[in-house]
């Protein structure tokens, strides 16, 4: 299902939204993150896929590929890492703090009685588990009931203390909070409630450096970007750094999500920040759920030119294209969730009538993120029906065979 955006208008980046979030916060996060080791020092790559181009009649697709953002494996080591930050600056303002020694451990005796909490469905919690660990702080993460056990070990690992509840995403966001309260600990969340604004919209600038990498990556400005929404953090976080950047010249913004967790959707309806009407339970894990948040909600009311949603089916047969690649394309370790934004693209460009809607045509460049790779490589292999090593190795192998096809080219 799809819906043009009634609010959506090419105007340039407007000074209110400016005030919360913007390309220099945006870069700075990502300086301050270079800093810590368990990310990588350079920028996730682009993936060009000349094949699946053709076959689905665009001049271009470019996938920035966030698997390899950190050993996490997802995007989100841009958010909540940095979010905790900027917490534990605003904490301690007369400690002089220096936020790429904070991210290293140097301050852990100042903050070994901090603890920090939230809910996840899966890559939030592992990636502010991961950043207390470096921090030195303590971590508590709430599991709702359709977590995976091989998800809740991942976050574990980080000696992060798990509390599993037996209701859906949005339960866990308000026992998270009743935790909290209880407790005098700080929820480093990655969705706003009311008077709950600062952190997520810290977590969300994070998510901003995607656009300032692709930005330095890419030749020339693409004219479509599809992007996955849970909550809807990932997307504001993008789109603003590029409507920023690009003002009314900015491409076309298109936001996906599972059709059983269609909270942006019927935002998008109603003209404000909604619940969805689904399940909230899809194979999408990060994308299942069921409120939009409102701060996010602020950036894409009025940018994403069109929501759609997806099946789980659309999401699985992405994953699997991805995944065995061309003769031209490498082979993409895309997770669930990861593979949602070319879920979105294939299903547009397979009708007509969805692809004149949008724009899509055999001059437009468009411009996706696979924003995980197999952060649950159980499901990942019996979705794709190979491991996530097994097509790491394709990869490997399709690497190998172009950079030597090149080298005769040229000589
Ligand atoms: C892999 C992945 N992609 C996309 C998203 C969506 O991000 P947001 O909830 O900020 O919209 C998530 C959220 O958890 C995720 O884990």
Redesign the pocket.
């Known amino acids: 299902m799809l819906i043009a955006n009634p609010h959506a208008s090419l105007k340039p980046y407007p000074a209110d939204l400016r005030q919360i979030m913007n390309m220099a916060a945006a870069e700075e996060s990502l300086r301050w993150l270079s800093a810590w080791d368990r990310m990588s020092s350079e920028p996730t790559p682009i993936h060009d896929l000349p094949d699946q181009a053709s076959r689905l009649g665009v001049a271009q697709i470019l996938v920035k590929d966030?698997s390899v953002r950190s050993p996490l494996g997802?995007?989100?080591a841009l958010?909540a890492p940095v979010a905790l930050l900027r917490l534990i600056l605003r904490r301690w303002p007369a400690h002089d703090i220096d936020p790429t020694q904070l991210i290293r451990g140097a301050y852990a005796s100042l903050v070994k009685d901090f603890t920090v909490i939230s809910a996840?469905?899966?890559?939030?919690g592992r990636a502010l588990a991961a950043a207390a660990k470096s921090v030195g702080c303590a971590c508590v993460i709430v599991l709702h009931a359709n977590v995976s056990a091989e998800r809740e070990e991942a976050i574990a690992a980080y000696g992060a203390k798990i509390v599993r509840i037996a209701g859906n995403y949005d339960a866990s966001v308000e026992e998270a909070a009743r935790l909290a309260a209880a407790n005098g600990w700080e929820v480093v969340s990655?969705?706003s409630y009311d008077g709950y604004e600062d952190i997520p919209r810290d977590?969300?600038q994070g998510?901003g450096a995607i656009a300032a990498e692709a930005i330095r990556q890419l030749r020339a400005p693409v004219t479509h970007v599809i992007l996955?929404?849970?909550?809807?953090?990932?997307?504001?976080?993008v789109i603003s750094y590029l409507w920023e950047r690009y003002g009314e010249k900015r491409p076309t913004f298109i936001v996906v999500e599972p059709r059983q967790a269609d909270c942006?959707y019927q935002s998008a309806r109603v003209g404000y920040p909604a619940k969805a009407t689904g399940s909230v339970d899809s194979v999408?894990?990060?994308?299942a759920?069921g409120e939009t948040?409102p701060l996010?909600w602020k950036f894409l009311n009025e940018s994403v030119d069109v929501f759609m949603t997806l099946s789980d089916d659309d999401a699985v047969a992405a994953m699997v294209t991805l995944a065995a690649g061309g003769a031209r394309d490498i082979p993409i370790v895309s997770?669930?969730?990861?593979a949602?934004g070319f879920a979105g693209l294939a299903v547009l460009c397979a009708d007509p009538a969805l692809r004149q809607e949008v724009g899509l045509d055999a001059n437009s460049r468009v411009l996706l993120v696979s924003?995980?790779g197999a952060?649950a490589p159980q499901v990942y292999r019996e979705l794709v029906g190979e491991s996530a090593d097994a097509i790491i190795a394709h990869q490997i192998a399709h690497q190998t065979a172009y950079q030597t096809a090149h080298r005769q080219r040229d000589v």
Request: aromatic letters at 4%; glycine letters at 24%; hydrophobic letters at 30%.
């Open positions: 966030e997802s995007f989100k958010g996840t469905d899966g890559n939030h990655d969705t977590v969300m998510y996955q929404g849970g909550v809807g953090g990932m997307a504001a976080g942006l999408m894990a990060g994308l759920c948040s996010a997770g669930e969730s990861g949602a924003t995980e952060t």
